[in-house]
C-alpha cells in the first residue's frame, strides 16, 4: 500500500505571495492532519480534516488554510507569506478519528518551503 | 494547554550502548503516547506507542515506559546501532475538545561505530 504522499516537495517563495500544498493520504484513511515543522519551535499542530470538515485547528494566524475532498485529498494553503513561514510542512494521515483519539498516525515525507 | 518536555536535546552513544530519552507532560488527561523517528530528509515515524492503562511495552530493542502519576514516559533502545541515529520525538494526546497530539521538541540520536 503506498504511504502519504505530498508535492512539491521542495518550494521557494517570495513574501506576499501565496502557496498550496497538496497531500493524498494513503488509500482508505479519511483523517488528514497538518504539521508545521521548524528548528526553533518544532512539530506544531496546524489543522486536521475528515470527511472534508475541519475537526480541530492549532494556533495559527488566519492567513493558513486548509480543505478536504471527497477523496480525503487535502491541500493547505498558506497566504500573504512571511520569512517565518519557511519551514518543512508535513502531512500525516490515520484511518477515521484521527491521533488525538490515540489512532496510529502516518506522515508524508514533507513539502520544505522556503520564504524569500 | 499541553506541555511536552524531552530530554536530553542531543545524545550520543556507542554502538551497542543503551540510549534512554525521557518526556514530562503536564495534561493528566492525556491517553496515548506515541514515539516518532525522524531520519534526515523524510517524515516522522511511528516506532512504538503506548496507552494510558499500560506502563511498559517492548518490541525487540525498543521498550516505552509510562508513569502516568509523575507524568513522564520514556524510550529505551538497547544495543544502538548506527541506522538507529536519528531524530526522535516523544508526542501526547490532548484531550478536551481539540484532540490533537503535541511533540517534544525532540532528541537527535547518534550512535557511534
Known amino acids: 500500500k503506498a504511504g502519504v504522499t505530498q508535492t512539491p516537495r521542495y518550494l521557494i517563495k517570495t513574501r506576499g505571495q501565496q502557496v498550496t500544498l497538496s497531500c493524498s493520504p494513503i488509500?482508505?484513511?479519511?483523517?488528514v492532519s497538518w504539521y508545521q515543522q521548524t528548528p526553533g519551535q518544532g512539530l506544531q499542530f496546524l489543522f486536521e480534516?475528515?470527511?472534508?470538515?475541519?475537526?480541530n485547528k492549532g494556533n495559527f494566524p488566519g492567513r493558513f488554510s486548509g480543505r478536504q475532498f471527497s477523496n480525503s485529498r487535502s491541500e493547505m494553503n498558506v497566504s500573504t507569506l512571511e520569512l517565518g513561514d519557511s519551514a518543512l510542512y508535513l502531512c500525516?494521515?490515520?484511518?477515521?478519528?484521527?491521533?488525538?483519539?490515540?489512532?496510529?498516525?502516518?506522515f508524508g515525507p514533507g513539502t520544505r518551503l522556503l520564504v524569500l | 494547554g499541553e506541555n511536552v518536555e524531552q530530554h536530553p536535546s542531543t545524545l550520543s552513544v556507542q554502538e551497542g550502548d543503551s540510549a534512554v530519552i525521557k518526556c514530562t507532560y503536564s495534561?493528566?488527561?492525556?491517553?496515548?503516547f506515541p514515539w516518532y523517528k525522524q531520519e534526515l530528509g523524510k517524515g516522522p515515524q511511528l516506532i512504538i506507542d503506548?496507552?494510558?492503562?499500560?506502563g511498559e511495552k517492548k518490541d525487540q530493542r525498543i521498550a516505552v515506559t509510562l508513569n502516568k502519576t509523575a507524568k513522564h514516559f520514556s524510550l529505551h533502545i538497547t544495543e544502538t546501532q548506527p541506522e538507529d541515529s536519528a531524530v526522535y520525538f516523544c508526542?501526547?494526546?490532548?484531550?478536551?475538545?481539540?484532540?490533537?497530539?503535541?511533540f517534544g521538541k525532540g532528541t537527535k540520536l547518534t550512535v557511534n561505530p
Open positions: 480534516y475528515f470527511s472534508e470538515t475541519q475537526r
Open positions: 495534561d493528566s488527561a492525556s491517553n496515548y
Open positions: 488509500s482508505g484513511h479519511r483523517s
Open positions: 508526542s501526547v494526546t490532548t484531550q478536551g475538545g481539540s484532540e490533537k497530539l503535541v
Open positions: 503506548i496507552r494510558s492503562n499500560v
Open positions: 500525516a494521515s490515520s484511518l477515521n478519528r484521527g491521533a488525538g483519539t490515540g489512532e496510529t498516525q502516518y
